[in-house]
């Protein structure tokens, strides 16, 4: 990984993630699901990260250790606090004191605005429940802030709406309500889940441009998690690809799309219906779903699928995660240290017969 | 993609007429659902309808198959399938044609397999109720095993249950269904819209191989205009309940001419040409319950004139088969919107 960097936001390290399968009610459970498994980033203040790959690939269970929705089973997970500027670290953050504290400095928007918020409560309860949590500000005050930041999101005049409940309102417009309370407590970091693919196009380029207007006029940094590469384009500054709980491929985000280097990004990449008819589209190199990573065995997690594996692969370990130049990270034992590919260019044609 | 001018000159399977449907409220108000859509699908041509959700697009097929909710009018209108208008006909009748001369692919469909029976027996299910005279059993087997090699499924999955296919899997055992009684029109409702992206590519890929090798006409409806941009020879736009736009689809992508066609196209992300600052679509679309007056665009389009609010353009022909329903067509730019400005490329992204 990038060598401990000075104005590093989040700096994730080995972090790992095992759930148990149950075995029913007294047994104790001897499989486990390694759903991240040795993943390690950072990002730095003001950057948006997206994190993408295929269902259960890790990484929304990745973005809900970050905001302490689970625990982490292993590895170490540093915020930097906005006020204090030191690096927390979120796997010491135990009690309900330390917790409340850590919330206001890292929220999550969910990916469905029709599951994530109480259909009782009218859109001034929930956007100010924080500030209540946090005890913060008179009731007036709150309202107050309540209007600033429905008004920031976009919904004017901001009155009309505070006394509304959910149901009342469009995707699109709880979707805004969501992040309006995602960053009512001013926080320095935020957690995305496919914040958009539940909207409609039309919709979904205005909250996509709302939170890259807010994370310049806020500073707020996004760890952005999409299955859509074509929206972690106009989103994030790099691109973390996952699969099955490794980090397989990170890059800066137009390097990445332009010179993929691991054999999974090349599927995906080469998979992504693009809006052009007369769009010729690579062949997709690899076949099948992805599985559950149940007890893993040591080598790469994609030998598998891959239509490139040699030898070196099914013998030796996952590949390491390093840069081959120029900030492009790759796991993979075809990719030598500049970048260039070792592997043999058979198509899937061949791979068929 | 296939050449659309080759199949111009093929028979009609499918020509709807200004079909009307609304949806009638307990109090009584009428949700104008599908207004005056019309459309002609040929022989081994496959149609996009693309829109936001509550267009209308779902709605359009439902009445293609007489399955529309209980409370559903269908006020005007003609659907004829190869020369039956199926509107005339009598629910005994409807079901003869359905799933024989008509299926569908329903949206989310790949979760509705009964789970306490194999995937055959329930394929052999809608073969027993449509097929005429009924299968025998080795017809029956005969049959879903032609099919599960068309879709791309181990014929050995036949016996299986459910639970034992992947979720692609489950969807490509659903097209094969929907193609068990031979059907001349299939509707394909957001056939890929819950699957992964490399999953999503085989079983377009597989479809795109059914129309060519069956001559099968396809109406797919999507959302994903990207989608529909991979495996259509038309498209068409529906807004608030209305075909917008309708020609084929690589005109439309090249040069569509509808403000809400522009604005759709301008504001979808992709991976591949230059990194286009998107721009947003501003408002959100009308309540059908009191429709706008003219133009149900005009609130929300760039290029409205006072027109446009109070006279409805009517569906016009202005280039082969490229229809479109908007009094300023000419104003709409030849290239596409970008926003002014764009936070994060300004930002100095590479």
Not at chain 2, 177 to 198: F, G, H, Q, R, Y
Request: glycine share 6%; charged share 25%.
């Amino acid at each position: 990984m990038a060598a401990s960097n000075g104005d590093a936001r989040v700096r994730v390290t080995d972090l790992e993630k095992h759930f148990p399968i149950s075995k029913g009610l007294f047994r104790k459970s001897t499989d486990f699901v390694h759903a991240v498994d040795g993943v390690s980033f950072e990002i730095k203040a003001g950057e948006s990260l997206g994190l993408v790959g295929e269902s259960g690939c890790g990484k929304t269970t990745t973005g809900r250790m970050l905001v302490k929705l689970d625990d982490a089973t292993d590895g170490t997970i540093f915020i930097r606090d906005a006020e204090t500027d030191e690096m927390i670290d979120v796997t010491e953050v135990k009690t309900k004191v330390e917790q409340k504290e850590f919330r206001k400095n890292v929220q999550m928007i969910f990916q469905d605005p029709y599951e994530s918020m109480n259909p009782r409560r009218t859109i001034f309860d929930i956007v100010a429940e924080p500030l209540v949590v946090q005890n913060i500000g008179t009731t007036e005050e709150r309202e107050e802030r309540v209007i600033d930041l429905l008004r920031l999101v976009g919904l004017t005049p901001p009155e009309p709406f505070l006394f509304r409940y959910p149901h009342e309102l469009s995707g699109g417009q709880r979707q805004r309500i969501a992040i309006a309370r995602a960053l009512v407590m001013e926080p320095a970091f935020v957690v995305a889940d496919e914040p958009t693919s539940m909207l409609d196009v039309s919709i979904r380029i205005s909250i996509m441009r709302l939170m890259l207007e807010l994370a310049e006029k806020l500073g707020v940094t996004y760890l952005y998690i999409t299955h859509d590469l074509a929206v972690a384009r106009y989103m994030c500054d790099r691109i973390a690809v996952m699969y099955l709980g490794k980090i397989v491929e990170m890059g800066p985000t137009e390097e990445l799309l332009a010179n993929p280097m691991h054999p999974y990004t090349r599927a995906l990449l080469s998979a992504v219906p693009v809006p052009d008819p007369s769009y010729k589209r690579p062949d997709v190199e690899i076949e099948g779903g992805v599985a559950r990573a149940v007890n893993p065995a040591p080598e790469c997690r994609f030998l598998a699928r891959c239509p490139f594996a040699v030898e070196q692969c099914r013998t030796a370990t996952h590949p390491e995660l390093y840069d081959r130049g120029s900030e492009h990270f790759v796991a993979c034992h075809l990719v030598g240290s500049d970048g260039e590919w070792h592997g043999s260019e058979r198509s899937v044609l061949e791979l068929r017969s | 993609m296939t050449d659309t001018r080759t199949r111009s000159s093929r028979e009609s399977i499918l020509e709807v007429k200004n079909l009307v449907m609304n949806y009638e409220l307990k109090d009584g108000g009428m949700v104008s659902a599908v207004e005056d859509v019309s459309f002609e699908l040929k022989k081994g041509q496959s149609l996009g309808l693309v829109g936001e959700s509550g267009c209308g697009k779902t709605s359009v097929a439902l009445t293609l198959l007489q399955l529309q909710a209980a409370n559903a009018r269908v006020l005007g209108g003609e659907i004829n399938l190869d020369g039956i208008n199926l509107l005339e006909l009598s629910p005994e009748e409807m079901r003869q044609h359905r799933w024989t001369d008509i299926s569908m692919v329903f949206q989310g469909a790949m979760n509705s397999w009964n789970p306490v029976y194999t995937v055959g027996e329930q394929i052999r299910e809608a073969m027993d109720l449509h097929w005429d005279p009924k299968p025998t059993a080795a017809e029956a087997y005969e049959k879903i095993v032609e099919l599960f090699n068309l879709v791309g499924i181990n014929p050995e999955m036949i016996e299986r249950y459910p639970h034992e296919f992947s979720g692609g899997m489950k969807q490509r055992a659903v097209i094969a269904m929907a193609l068990s009684c031979d059907p001349k029109v299939i509707i394909a409702d957001e056939p890929t819209t819950a699957l992964d992206v490399i999953v999503q590519e085989q079983i377009l890929e597989e479809l795109k191989k059914i129309q060519d090798e069956l001559d099968m006409s396809i109406i797919y409806i999507s959302h994903d205009i990207a989608v529909i941009a991979e495996i259509t020879d038309l498209m068409g736009v529906m807004y608030a309940g209305k075909l917008v736009e309708i020609g084929p689809t690589a005109e439309l992508f090249a040069k569509p001419r509808h403000p809400y066609t522009w604005l759709i196209l301008s504001s979808t992300p992709s991976i591949t040409g230059p990194r286009r600052a998107l721009a947003p679509l501003e408002g959100e679309p009308p309540n059908l319950l009191d429709p706008p007056s003219g133009c149900r665009f005009h609130p929300r389009c760039p290029f409205a004139t006072d027109k446009c609010s109070q006279e409805e353009p009517p569906l016009s022909e202005i280039g082969e088969g490229h229809m479109i329903a908007c009094w300023n067509h000419e104003q709409v730019p030849v290239t596409l919107a970008t926003a002014e400005d764009d936070s994060r490329s300004a930002n100095g992204s590479q």
